[in-house]
């Protein structure tokens, strides 16, 4: 057997840490199980999961990922490009199909396996760069918007990032009256993405300015929950979802609070634990098809750059998002 088909270059982490815990190497080459499909890796994207995994912070994330180092030594969870092979109980999907979706891990790869329940046929008008930033931020902003109906008021605070972007699109697909929070840097980006007002937060806040809101989306965790209680409608809800805590249970502390206070209050202060499925994979090809989900895309590394990728953008406010490029094997 060539030695090429037993080996691939990936992204790999040994300890955790910053950026300089990364690695270009050459590691063994996984096979698919039975219920798993091999995925020839065209594109990744970056997400703050993937940044917690690398960093272990925080550090209750340990508990999964591995308590003195990563478990999986290769990061990266979406994923975008042909199938190679098929497990045995996989009948849906077959060699040569271009697909996307969400692996556990081993992603920023040049090939990674992922149970078939995972991934799904890439949306048709999208790139593979464009594809492998939906299944996690996109898959999210879905859940975010949950429940919303037309004519709504929603606000995403933290609208210029990875799934803030997509927030925005999504509860403009379901015919919301949308504000966008972000720096004044990125306010024409997130008016590109459909939010009908901005607010920057470098010049004004939102939680005293008077509006009410019937759903706010906080992905920052930069105000109190009474903060954003004061810019809710009297059974408005705000969901919850990353941001703010400290370096050991991260957000825990601000869910617990928030389901006290649901006790006693009529608003809805609701975490936001986003989940992968085939069947929210088929609806993001449905809204990509349909133009309602254009990807925000501020910068393209290929696969070997990944650290630089990562070391940006822990630096810098996230602006929509980072893509990782995996040349086709020849």
């Known amino acids: 057997m060539d030695v090429r088909t037993r080996t691939m270059q990936a992204i790999t982490q040994r300890a955790y840490g910053s950026s300089e815990v990364l690695a270009h190497a050459t590691v063994p080459r996984p096979a698919p199980r039975a219920d798993e ?8 994207s970056l997400n703050f999961a993937d940044v917690a995994t690398i960093t272990g912070r925080p550090g209750l994330i340990r508990a999964v990922t591995g308590l003195r180092g990563p478990k999986n030594p290769v990061p990266g969870r979406d994923v975008a490009g042909v199938v190679e092979a098929v497990g045995a109980d996989v009948t849906d999907l ?39 930033t939906l299944p996690l931020a996109a898959g999210t902003a879905l859940d975010c918007v949950a429940g919303v109906r037309p004519g709504q008021k929603v606000l995403v605070n933290g609208a210029s990032g990875g799934v803030g972007t997509f927030t925005v699109q999504a509860a ?41 809101y019937d759903l706010i989306v906080d992905l920052v965790g930069n105000r109190s929950l009474a903060a954003y209680r004061r810019a809710l409608t009297p059974h408005g809800t705000l969901h919850l979802s990353g941001g703010g ?24 202060l609701r975490p936001v634990f986003a989940t992968a499925s085939r069947a929210k994979l088929d609806r993001l090809r449905e809204l990509a098809e349909a133009g309602a989900f254009t990807p925000a895309i501020e910068r393209t590394y290929p696969l070997s750059d990944a650290p ?16 990782l490029t995996v040349a086709e094997e020849r």
Not at 37 to 44: F, G, Q, T
Not at 118 to 125: I, T
Not at 246 to 260: C, E, K, T, Y
């Open 37 to 44: 499909v091999l995925i020839a890796v065209r594109a990744s």
């Open 94 to 132: 077959r060699p040569g199909d271009e697909v996307f979706g969400e692996a556990t891990g081993g992603a920023w790869a040049q090939y990674v396996a992922v149970p078939a329940k995972l991934v799904a046929r890439k949306p048709a008008n999208l790139s593979f760069e464009q594809a492998a």
């Open 172 to 212: 403009t697909a379901l015919g919301a009256e949308v504000t966008g929070v972000c720096s004044g840097r990125n306010a024409e980006l997130v008016r590109s993405v459909g939010a009908d007002h901005v607010v920057d937060y470098e010049r004004s806040d939102f939680t005293s300015d008077g509006t009410r």
């Open 245 to 268: 805590g400290g370096s050991i249970i991260g957000p825990l502390a601000r869910i617990a609070q928030a389901a006290v206070v649901n006790l006693f209050v009529g608003q809805h």
């Open 308 to 323: 630089e990728a990562v070391r940006r953008h822990m630096a810098e406010h996230a602006r929509g998002k980072t893509v």
